[in-house]
């Protein structure tokens, strides 16, 4: 039988107090960041969108490091039931495989990208390949940076700690941040993640200290849990366990990494960044890995989905209570405002007509109408935030990632129609690998590898299609040449 809670009965006044008053303090962060803004306001459009989307290219170390951390962790329920169904899994597959992207982001990418002066990813892969790669790079943006986990994992909590329904709870959470999106632009996003970093990291450092105090360390976990939860793989195979690690390496192609890097002051300050928030990303999925370990030992009969939080408010004193659950939220929505505002601005700046680049009423459009989707399929979903990430982190890893690395190592030499082939081609065989059945080996062949191989061929293969392709047009163009003379 699932475990149920009254929220409503476990939680003081003082932890309410608490929960509102760091909303209110995050408001306030937002607004500050907005008068300051209004110091430096200037009449020139282009300044002012740059100003819009990437806050002017002003940002220093502390506030870069700030908003990528905070950025990153909006699927906390999904990160939080997997370790609580399958232990130190979730560690290797939410946290090391990234970490190694993360180091080649720094290393190897960064001061690449720094020469191109680019607004968004779409922007830079258009000024690296072409028109036509710019444009499908953007629809790949869009489906990689639609919020639908973070949608899903905020009408949870919502729903949790109101009682409403789950669509509701959606449409509540998305509407209030769709608004101060709307106010504040990329800047708003900062400041307002600013305060959500130090609460998000507080809370769930706290949970971890408060469940070693209660249950004693890993002899607890171990003698209270199955032995799978200890193995690397947690009772996966190895070859699923690997697609979670290219998968991991779409963050070489993740908007919200560009973003920032486009944002800061400088190449120096990105490089420096990424690798501070790599050591506090660590930290973290500690804290939340073992933290849902705690939860499952204690409470195994709780949703995988709400256990964390049923677990924290469970054990942590009034007060606290408060402070972590705002730091779940905070989690939530330092995630959910920045992949919204990128959805919103590769629909307004990458997907549309140059004529209407530029104009901040589609950019607010753009992020109305992303909301919306995202709702929608948050509902399509079920609220299976494991499967939003398994199904757009497929495509993305195994149709956009290789030709963008392979344009890093070998400038000039992808072309850009080469570019769309081999991705569209990733895009057909990723999406029959899912839809078919298969026989015998080959029902343990996940998609994301078939779609690597597919865009591989697709890469090493266009320059044979092309010049046969050419090869045969000039042929014809000599006979229908020689049969005019004759």
């Known amino acids: 039988m699932e475990l149920t809670v009254d929220y409503k009965t476990i939680l003081s006044k003082l932890d309410w107090y608490v929960f509102f008053g760091i909303l209110v303090l995050t408001l306030a962060s937002v607004i500050y960041g907005q008068l300051l803004k209004k110091r430096n306001t200037s009449d020139n459009k282009e300044i002012r969108f740059l100003e819009l989307l990437l806050m002017g290219r002003q940002l220093t170390l502390p506030m870069f490091v700030a908003t990528l951390v905070a950025t990153w962790y909006g699927g906390i329920f999904g990160v ?36 191109y002066k680019a607004v968004t990813l779409p922007d830079l892969i258009e000024q690296m390949f072409g028109r036509r790669a710019g444009k499908l790079s953007a629809v790949f943006n869009f489906f990689n940076v639609l919020p639908i986990a973070y949608v899903i994992s905020l009408g949870l909590l919502i729903q949790a700690l109101f009682g409403i329904s789950f669509l509701q709870g959606m449409i509540i959470g998305v509407t209030i941040v769709v608004l101060y999106t709307l106010y504040g632009g990329f800047r708003a996003i900062v400041f307002s993640d600013i305060i959500q970093f130090f609460v998000m990291c507080l809370g769930v450092f706290l949970i971890l200290v408060f469940s070693y105090k209660l249950f004693g360390g890993i002899s607890f976990l171990k003698a209270n849990l199955p032995a799978a939860h200890f193995t690397l793989t947690g009772g996966e195979s190895i070859a699923t366990t690997l697609v979670w690690g ?209 865009t591989s061929l697709g890469l090493a293969s266009y320059g044979l299609i092309y010049k046969y392709f050419k090869k045969q047009k000039k042929n014809h163009e000599f006979h229908e040449k020689t049969r005019r003379k004759t």
């Open 80 to 115: 939080t039931k997997i370790a609580f169904e399958q232990g130190i899994f979730n560690f290797v597959t939410q946290g090391f495989f990234w970490y190694i992207s993360y180091i080649l982001f720094a290393f190897f990418i960064v001061h690449k990208v720094a020469k």
């Open 246 to 454: 290219f998968i991991a390496l779409s963050t070489l192609v993740d908007p919200n990494f560009y973003q920032r890097v486009f944002a800061a002051k400088s190449s120096k300050i990105a490089k420096r960044g990424i690798l501070v928030s790599t050591i506090i990303w660590i930290l973290f999925d500690i804290c939340t890995t073992t933290g849902a370990m705690y939860a499952r030992a204690v409470i195994p009969e709780a949703a995988s989905d709400k256990a964390y939080l049923i677990y924290a408010l469970q054990i942590l004193p009034n007060g606290i209570r408060g402070l972590v659950l705002a730091g779940i939220l905070a989690t939530i929505l330092s995630t959910l405002d920045s992949y919204l505002f990128i959805a919103g601005t590769t629909v307004s700046f990458d997907m549309m007509p140059k004529k209407y680049r530029g104009k901040i009423y589609m950019h607010k459009l753009g992020i109305i109408a992303v909301g919306i989707i995202a709702v929608v399929m948050g509902v399509v979903f079920d609220g299976n935030i494991k499967a939003v990430w398994k199904t757009l982190g497929s495509y993305s890893a195994s149709c956009l990632l290789l030709p963008v690395l392979y344009g890093y190592i070998f400038p000039g030499k992808i072309k850009d129609r080469q570019f769309v082939f081999a991705s569209i081609l990733g895009i057909i065989t990723v999406s029959i690998w899912r839809n078919i059945s298969l026989p015998g080996f080959w029902q343990n062949v996940d998609e994301l590898y078939m779609g690597i191989v597919a």
